[in-house]
């Protein structure tokens, strides 16, 4: 499956899962509604229906009595009208679902309708008597009969509406605990898809990243931990980043040897040049002039430099090409720094440089190193040191123990290096913006060197610096360099090298 198939699929299940909630909600609300409008539309009705027909009857009982004193047609119209009314709203109550007291209403009202021109009938000749009998007897009665109905339909309302909006809150408090409860579920689901989804991605991106990074350090043998044989976008990123580790160990590999050979090649006719000017200072082939000699030593100036780049390009390629070798021999500590410190006086003094050694702690009489590649390390760092410190400022050289390492620091108050470059600096040629500070200019592989010859020593070298205040070197060793396993992978950039005692 596609990395498209499983973003598709992953968003579309997260979508489903989130609307199972929704789905739940919609359905308790559907519950409620229907609840509401039955309290709306029947409760809230039949509740104003049984206001208006006991109104209704209030006002038939008014009439009643005014039918026993005023014998008028439009109070006999009235009583009628009424009691037709009574009748349309008992129909319209038992239509309400109170069926039970629409009944007993209807029956009520249907005795009045029958007794009343009775009544108005003896009212109207003049039989008083005889008119309130019947009224006594047969329409207050039915009367009272219809208002005792009607407060038991307002009871009975009054519990139905109360079971209702007890429905209706239980109906709430399930929607709302259902809902919680699937939106809890929803949401446990939809974060184990999403873990899924992101660790199946971000998983090989990650490699991807440590990959390029390992490639970008120069370290062409890292392996992923995808498989190349993934039917997805990253089993395809996989061959291709594989073809181009390959293919870029390839290329470095020519490099390194094209180097190694150029250099050496180019070795014997610098040191034939360098013979020759020799001879010609030296005025075997003939007397030469002082113009001619100053001009023979620009050229063995510039002929040593050349000879020196060589040199340094010949012994890193070797390193890269797993040739360069160590000569471990046991080392006095004390006398390698007092070498170190003579050397660098003179060099101090020359500059108007202060220069201190300082030592601290208990440090170890004796080291397992390649004497002449430290001294070459530690002079590089010095001499840059100075280089670029201004006359009046401070390079100090700090040896200090930690276990079984030693920790050497090489600090200037010289100009510093831009933040940004100092990732860069221990690469092949590269120079900093800080050149111009310099006494004198250099070929940036000195750096790139110091690094392949601590890393063969089983040792780490980093660098600090601020501009205008100062770059400090850190180079920690272990005190025999012959303890660290033959061929074992120096770090990221770097070749194995050989070591031998």
């Not at 679902?97 to 007794?115: L, N, R």
């Not at 094209?258 to 082939?285: C, M, R, W």
């Not at 860069?424 to 060197?449: P, R, W």
């Amino acid at each position: 499956m596609t990395i498209r198939s499983k973003l598709a699929l992953g968003l579309f299940s997260i979508a489903i899962v989130l609307l199972l909630p929704l789905a739940l909600a919609l359905q308790s609300l559907e519950r409620l509604h229907v609840t509401t409008t039955l309290l709306q539309k029947r409760e809230f009705a039949a509740s104003l229906l049984l206001n208006r027909m006991r109104s209704s009857t209030d006002e038939l009982r008014r009439l009643d009595l005014a039918l026993l004193f005023v014998h008028k047609p439009e109070n006999r119209l009235a009583v009628d009208s009424q009691i037709t009314a009574l009748s349309a709203m008992a129909d319209s109550l038992n239509a309400l679902g109170m069926v039970q007291a629409a009944g007993k209403i209807g029956s009520a009202v249907e005795k009045i309708a029958v007794h009343v021109p009775a009544e108005f009938a003896a009212a109207a000749a003049g039989r008083g008597a005889e008119a309130d009998s019947i009224s006594a007897q047969h329409l207050l009665p039915a009367i009272t009969a219809s208002e005792r109905e009607l407060t038991v339909a307002e009871a009975e309302l009054r519990d139905r509406s109360s079971r209702l909006v007890a429905a209706a809150t239980d109906e709430t408090a399930a929607a709302r605990n259902a809902a919680a409860l699937a939106l809890a579920v929803a949401g446990t689901l939809a974060l184990i898809i999403s873990v899924i989804l992101w660790r199946s991605i971000s998983r090989p991106v990650v490699d991807l990243e440590h990959g390029m990074a390992a490639v970008a350090d120069g370290n062409f043998d890292y392996r992923l931990r995808i498989a190349t044989k993934r039917r997805d976008e990253f089993g395809r990123l996989a061959q291709s980043f594989q073809s181009m580790a390959h293919q870029l160990a390839q290329l470095d590999r020519l490099k390194a040897e094209f180097i190694s050979i150029a250099s050496h090649e180019l070795k014997t006719p610098i040191n034939v040049i360098v013979g020759y000017l020799q001879l010609i200072d030296e005025e075997v082939y003939g007397p030469v002039s002082e113009k001619q000699r100053e001009v023979l030593r620009t050229i063995d100036t510039q002929t040593r430099s050349l000879a020196r780049l060589v040199h340094q390009l010949l012994d890193i390629s070797r390193f890269e090409a797993g040739g360069g070798k160590l000569e471990l021999r046991p080392v006095r500590f004390d006398h390698f720094l007092a070498e170190l410190e003579s050397t660098f006086r003179v060099l101090a003094m020359q500059r108007g440089v202060n220069f201190r050694l300082e030592q601290i702690g208990e440090l170890p009489c004796e080291v397992l190193w390649d004497r002449d590649r430290m001294s070459e390390v530690l002079g590089n760092l010095l001499s840059n040191a100075f280089k670029f410190t201004d006359q009046g400022g401070l390079v100090e050289l700090i040896a200090e123990s930690h276990d079984d390492r030693l920790r050497l620091t090489i600090h200037d108050t010289g100009a510093g290096i831009p933040p940004r470059q100092l990732a860069h600096i221990f690469e092949k040629f590269y120079q900093a913006d800080n050149q111009d500070s310099a006494a004198h200019g250099g070929t940036g592989l000195g750096l790139a060197i110091a690094r392949q010859i601590v890393t063969a020593h089983g040792g780490d070298i980093s660098v600090e610096s601020t501009v205008g205040a100062g770059t400090t070197f850190h180079i920690i060793l272990p005190v025999r360099a012959g303890n660290r396993s033959r061929g074992q992978h120096l770090s990221p950039g770097t070749s194995s090298v050989g070591v031998t005692a």
